[in-house]
């Protein structure tokens, strides 16, 4: 059986983080697969599903552009033959619209989703809550570390979670981006719902 490719953006963030729950999430599961940090853009060609992680969005988005990245993401996007997972701060990168906009993001405007950067307010930089995810039979403990919002989704894209009015999660055929940061916990069902979508 072929493994299947997924590759994490080796820029800035939560990298290695990812790359353990991706590996350990692969051990849970019948898919087989490998992990592979990515610091090339040739290597986007070979993949079947990449990792944005967490970390400041300005500093990943503009790296992804200048290296050239971005490019090979989309040419692959476009084709409907790379998934993609953006957390925290890879999800603003995923968005086609920033709400709160300074301009210093590049966005790959690949989902039909709208972000807002540190919604959650100061007093709430950082914190952990249960959540209600589609589809997932208990509750999931989500962890934000100035987290984003999605503020806004249309057409083909699907809310996965909310607290309050704020999305949370949201998915679009094989992309998939949330404001929370599933590598910092044990709890491995978002990688496997990842993998499920490859
Ligand atoms: N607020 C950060 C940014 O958008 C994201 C923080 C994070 O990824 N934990 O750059």
Same mark, same amino acid.
């Given at each position: !059986? ?19 729950? !991706?590996? +350990? ?6 898919? %087989?697969?490998?992990?592979?940090? $990515? ?25 992804? +552009? %200048?290296?050239?990245?971005?490019? #090979? ?5 476009? @084709?409907?033959?790379?998934?993609? !997972? ?10 086609? #619209? ?16 709208? $972000?807002?950067? +540190? ?5 709430? #930089? ?7 995810? %589609? +589809? ?29 009015? %704020? ?6 055929? @094989?992309?998939?981006? !949330? ?8 709890? &491995? ?5 990842? &993998?499920?979508?490859?």
């Amino acid at each position: !059986m072929v493994k299947k490719k997924i590759g994490v953006i080796g820029i800035q963030g939560a990298i290695t983080e990812h790359i353990h729950s !991706m590996q +350990n999430a692969l051990m849970e599961s019948s898919v %087989k697969g490998e992990v592979l940090i $990515v610091k090339d853009r040739k290597q986007i060609k070979f993949l079947d599903a990449l990792i944005i992680p967490g970390g400041e969005s300005t500093t990943i988005s503009k790296l992804i +552009n %200048k290296f050239g990245f971005e490019k #090979e993401i989309l040419k692959r996007i476009e @084709n409907k033959d790379l998934a993609l !997972m953006g957390t925290c701060a890879g999800c603003t990168i995923l968005a086609s #619209e920033l709400l709160d906009n300074f301009h210093d993001v590049k966005l790959l405007n690949a989902m039909n989703i709208a $972000v807002k950067r +540190n919604a959650f307010g100061r007093q709430k #930089e950082s914190f952990e809550q249960k959540i209600k995810i %589609k +589809n997932f039979k208990h509750a999931y403990n989500a962890v934000f570390i100035r987290a984003p919002a999605i503020e806004k989704i249309w057409n083909n894209c699907e809310i996965l979670a909310k607290i309050d009015d %704020k999305i949370v999660m949201a998915r679009q055929d @094989n992309l998939l981006a !949330m404001s929370f940061h599933p590598e910092l916990t044990d709890d &491995l069902r978002i990688h496997k719902y990842f &993998l499920d979508i490859i």
